[in-house]
């Protein structure tokens, strides 16, 4: 009993880190309509620059500050805003596919540099020893396992809280209003480029920040988490729960991850040992289809953008 | 040394340059980037090594390693890619265009990719396949070049079906509404142009282009799943450099990003060889965002 209650926690200890990175990409894409297909590649700068600073130093990486976790936390989103903030610069005054290619070009350039500046990420080994919040409760399961749970709810509702206020605000409508109108909003006097970065960066640095947690309850990290398929699940966590819409953010995070872990359970029950190896493959395969029937047939999500009408129209 | 680069940089930027052709085209046509164009590549060089497989094996042409099955299974595979192409634009991307924005499409072709690659990868596994596994012989070109006779009819193949592309492109009439579609849907259709026709044609050559691509990828490397999608950066980025849209712009696109990796190498080493087009595709756009040959960027 005990064990299924500190599965149950693990279970939604990560699927809320999701569901902090979905609720950056949101604000990216639901709010600000800027297409970000190098989530890998911001979560991989959140989550190495967290080990670099909590770590203990090894001769097999840079870093190995000790630094308390949640300094490591808050310089994993001042990284990932960082790199966001230079590549928004160069991309985001340029049409909008054109920042999904280079966000694409720059996941791909970050688990290069990941997998091969060995002397700084360990390489194809990784970071390992990345201390874990609470690790006096490490020898009980479940108090560690509801202690995490629990820190990682608190950063998710304050994540949560804190978009809803900004994109409540005037500066969420102005977003709002330059993705669907750039050419009114600016004739009314509004910087779409200023407005646009800003979006982009915290977004990124939401991102950095899961890429962070999960670095830190895994307490090991390696450039194999970050390839393509990590994008395209909060990709599909968004569109499954509704982009434009926080809550849906999250229910989208919850349901993805409960799908994804119980077809890997499944794909393990089912198939032969020597096609083990292959089903993950499959996994990926299944996750697409689900992908491409929400987009056909339920475009909008389990919970869509609410319509946001003027209160003297709507009376 | 740098006659080897320009060796090495001239082959495999024709291959990237035939795959840039198709994905321009879409780009151009119908306004998203598509990124499951790679894996048109990856599948057409498993379909071609299943074809080969089903012929059974021959002698070699002469000093190449492989012999007319594989030439034969080039075409066939060009055909079966052409087809995928458009099917998954008929299951997926059409019903999308009716009713979503151009992004909703770039979202379904990234999740179309990962299917497609990790569709093969369940039926090949993740391990290298070869064409053949005979040694490739090699020839001196000048003082400090070599190449293999592989390599060579491999840059005579794709020389020909770029040839061959932009006298179609130039020279007849479905070529002329090509770009006519291209640059005015609807000017074209008050011409009398079927667009959804021009669509599916270009979707086909485009499949069958980047298929060719995948081949000569197999020949001259290996085959993997990942292959096409290891491709994709280097096929944005000849695209953009030549400009959206123009298929002679993604040749040349094409042709200074193989040079360019090969130049890398020896100056960063073999490993940051894939972040060389995301340089100059980052440089290009801060520079002249509408590419060489001035197409629909910016």
New interface residues.
Partial sequence: MSGLASYACFFFTVALTYGVATLGLNLQWGSAGLFNVGVAGFAAVGAYAAAWLTAAPAAGHWGGFQLPIALGWIGAMAAAALAAAILGAITLRLRADYLAITTFGAAVTIELVALNAQTLTGGPFGIAFIPKPFEALADRPLAFGAANLALVAAVAALAYWALERLTGSPWGRVLRALREDEAAAASLGKAPDAFRLQAFVIGAALIGLAGAMQAQFFGFIAPDNYLPVLTFQVWVMLVVGGSGNNRGALLGALAVWALWSFSGTALAALLPGTLQARGAALRVVAIGVVLAGVLLLRPRGLIGERATVSRHISG | MIAQILVDGITSGAMIGLGAIGLTLTYGLL???N?AHGEFATWGAYLALLVAGAIGPADPLGPLTFGWPLLAALAASMVLTALLAAALDGV?FR??RR??S???L???S???S??L???L??GF??QPWYYTRDIAMTVRLGPGMRATWDQLAVLGLAIVLMLAMHLLMTRTPLGRAMRAVSENPDLARLAGIDPARIVRVTWLLGGALAASAGVFLGVTVQLRPSMG?EL??PL??AA?LGGIGSVPGAMLGGLIIGIAEAASVPLA?A??R??V??VV??AM??VR?SGLFGGR??
């Fill in positions: 306004r998203f980037a990124f997926l019903r999308l009713h979503g151009a992004i909703t770039v979202i379904a990234f999740g179309a990962l299917a690659r990790s569709a990868e369940f596994g993740p999608f994709l950066l944005f980025a953009i080493g490993q940051y894939a972040a087009a995301f595709m980052l756009l801060l965002p960027g910016g």
